[in-house]
């Protein structure tokens, strides 16, 4: 058998340890499946003397990430510690300068340095691969990349964010009002210590800026994705989409259009009998659409040791068998600008509306819609509560300028009382 493949893990905590097992446990079948052994050479963390649960006391030991990437023993650097700059972007820009490859996880580093370290690592003549650094377990970037290579991929979109999925279908099924869930969701652990990169929608967004990277050729470009969260769906809302035949998702959605690049992270309306309308809890579902292959559903776990590892482990055992794939799937010179479109490809939306129980009140609504020229697909009214009604509106394809026109327009309205709500319903 040739020559190992000596691993340098940066990283010990819930996703380095679980690399850390995979290359123990299953040496053998790594090693017929690479046609060489895979080895670990030297480890870092924080940390010397944790109990990690794992033994890693045959590895040497670096304290600093940026020593352990430049080892001569090490010839991939495993990239685990997370974090957009610091240790992690300075020892995986060591490594890709010393002509290691590289393999990460961390979404938040390339999501602001991918295009750079893209370029760094073509320079250097090495690979920079990050599939766990999209949807966990989910081996996304290799559909993308090779099975889809054939096609002009027209749309990808997706739940890429388990905890926020969890936190909308507990709602759900519970009927739990929003900051109840959140707070048992803290409970359990499922959220990052600073929250709002769950339930804000950021970490789903680097996520989605990575995949649209891949989809569509071009240059990552995160600060274009549209970021809305969850913090504002009300129970209320479950339950009339529900009614309504919807469900309400975390959605990222990302499209070449002929007006530029569309990138939304943002809870959207999708139909209740659809793959991703009934996907429940923490699981990550993406969808991807090519001129040939029209759709695929990729569904499984989006986080967690084992998942996120065992994506780690497959991008590792990519380089163990000499194959080498650019990081973005096209040269990093041959990325192209993409132009963020200003506006959304048209869509119906769900509207919201506490009406007040006063004559003629239902016929100004109707007018402000009349006059953007947004027509009504479905309209349902419940009995009065008190004195308002909710109105619940699912329009027909409009234009968000139209839309936002008649959320304007209702906000001057005497008949409302509170601000309508008005959610997105992505075709799917
Ligand atoms: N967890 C998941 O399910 C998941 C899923 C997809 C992607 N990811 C990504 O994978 C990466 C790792 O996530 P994780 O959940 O495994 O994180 P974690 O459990 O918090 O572990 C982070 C590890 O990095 C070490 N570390 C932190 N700063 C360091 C430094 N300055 N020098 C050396 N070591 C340092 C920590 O050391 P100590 O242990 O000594 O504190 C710890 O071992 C992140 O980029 C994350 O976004 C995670």
Same mark, same amino acid.
């Given at each position: 058998?040739? %020559?190992?493949?000596?691993?340098?893990?940066?990283?010990? /905590?819930?996703?380095?340890?679980?690399?850390?097992?995979?290359?123990?446990?299953?040496? #053998?079948?790594?090693?017929?499946?690479?046609?060489?052994?895979?080895?670990?050479?030297?480890?870092?963390?924080?940390?010397?003397?944790?109990?990690? /649960?794992? #033994?890693?006391?045959?590895?040497?030991?670096?304290?600093?990430?940026?020593?352990?990437?430049?080892?001569?023993?090490?010839?991939?650097?495993?990239?685990?510690?997370?974090?957009?700059?610091?240790?992690?972007?300075?020892?995986?820009?060591?490594?890709?300068?010393?002509?290691?490859?590289?393999?990460?996880? #961390?979404?938040?580093?390339?999501?602001?340095?991918?295009?750079?370290?893209?370029?760094?690592?073509?320079?250097?003549?090495?690979?920079?691969?990050?599939?766990?650094?999209?949807?966990?377990?989910?081996?996304?970037?290799?559909?993308?990349?090779?099975?889809?290579?054939?096609?002009?991929?027209?749309?990808?979109?997706?739940?890429?964010?388990?905890?926020?999925?969890?936190?909308?279908?507990?709602?759900?099924?519970?009927?739990?009002?929003?900051?109840?869930?959140?707070?048992?969701?803290?409970?359990?652990?499922?959220?990052?210590?600073?929250?709002?990169?769950?339930?804000?929608?950021?970490?789903?967004?680097?996520?989605?800026?990575?995949?649209?990277?891949?989809?569509?050729?071009?240059?990552?470009?995160?600060?274009?994705?549209?970021?809305?969260?969850?913090?504002?769906?009300?129970?209320?809302?479950?339950?009339?989409?529900?009614?309504?035949?919807?469900?309400?998702?975390?959605?990222?959605?990302?499209?070449?259009?002929?007006?530029?690049?569309?990138?939304?992270?943002?809870?959207?309306?999708?139909?209740?009998?659809?793959?991703?309308?009934?996907?429940?809890?923490?699981?990550?579902?993406?969808?991807?659409?090519?001129?040939?292959?029209?759709?695929?559903?990729?569904?499984?776990?989006?986080?967690?040791?084992?998942?996120?590892?065992?994506?780690?482990?497959?991008?590792?055992?990519?380089?163990?068998? #000499?194959?080498?794939?650019?990081?973005?799937?096209?040269?990093?010179?041959?990325?192209?600008?993409?132009?963020?479109?200003? %506006?959304?490809?048209?869509?119906?939306?769900?509207?919201?509306?506490?009406?007040?129980?006063?004559?003629?009140?239902?016929?100004?609504?109707? %007018?402000?819609?009349?006059?953007?020229?947004?027509?009504?697909?479905?309209?349902?009214?419940?009995?009065?509560?008190?004195?308002?009604?909710?109105?619940?509106?699912?329009?027909?394809?409009?234009?968000?300028?139209?839309?936002?026109?008649?959320?304007?327009?209702?906000?001057?309205?005497?008949?409302?009382?509170?601000?309508?709500?008005?959610?997105?319903?992505?075709?799917?």
């Amino acid at each position: 058998m040739s %020559t190992p493949l000596r691993l340098g893990i940066a990283g010990l /905590g819930t996703v380095g340890t679980g690399v850390v097992k995979i290359v123990r446990q299953k040496a #053998n079948l790594l090693a017929e499946r690479a046609g060489r052994p895979i080895t670990i050479t030297a480890v870092s963390a924080r940390t010397r003397d944790k109990d990690r /649960g794992v #033994n890693i006391n045959s590895y040497a030991w670096e304290d600093d990430p940026v020593a352990l990437a430049t080892r001569d023993d090490v010839d991939i650097f495993v990239e685990l510690m997370g974090g957009s700059d610091g240790p992690a972007k300075a020892a995986t820009e060591a490594a890709l300068k010393a002509g290691k490859d590289v393999v990460t996880a #961390n979404k938040a580093m390339l999501a602001h340095h991918g295009q750079a370290l893209a370029q760094l690592a073509e320079d250097a003549g090495a690979v920079l691969r990050f599939e766990a650094a999209v949807a966990g377990g989910i081996p996304v970037v290799k559909a993308l990349t090779e099975g889809l290579a054939g096609n002009d991929v027209t749309r990808v979109m997706g739940v890429m964010n388990g905890t926020c999925n969890y936190i909308l279908t507990r709602m759900q099924s519970a009927g739990l009002p929003y900051d109840e869930v959140f707070e048992e969701a803290n409970q359990l652990g499922y959220l990052e210590a600073d929250p709002t990169l769950d339930v804000g929608g950021i970490d789903a967004g680097h996520k989605l800026s990575l995949l649209a990277a891949v989809a569509f050729g071009c240059q990552v470009d995160f600060p274009s994705v549209e970021l809305q969260g969850i913090e504002r769906i009300t129970i209320e809302d479950i339950h009339h989409a529900a009614d309504m035949g919807y469900r309400i998702k975390l959605l990222g959605v990302a499209q070449l259009t002929g007006r530029g690049l569309e990138q939304r992270m943002s809870p959207c309306l999708v139909p209740e009998n659809s793959p991703l309308g009934q996907l429940e809890g923490g699981t990550n579902m993406v969808v991807l659409e090519g001129d040939q292959v029209e759709q695929i559903v990729l569904r499984g776990p989006g986080a967690g040791e084992g998942p996120t590892a065992s994506a780690v482990m497959g991008d590792v055992m990519d380089i163990a068998r #000499n194959f080498r794939v650019t990081t973005f799937g096209v040269p990093a010179a041959a990325l192209t600008q993409s132009k963020p479109a200003k %506006t959304a490809t048209p869509a119906p939306y769900y509207l919201r509306l506490a009406l007040d129980d006063k004559p003629g009140a239902l016929a100004k609504l109707a %007018t402000v819609l009349g006059d953007a020229g947004v027509s009504i697909d479905r309209m349902r009214q419940y009995r009065h509560d008190d004195s308002t009604a909710p109105i619940l509106i699912v329009t027909h394809k409009t234009t968000r300028d139209a839309l936002e026109a008649v959320l304007k327009d209702m906000s001057g309205l005497d008949v409302l009382a509170s601000p309508p709500v008005a959610l997105r319903i992505e075709s799917v």
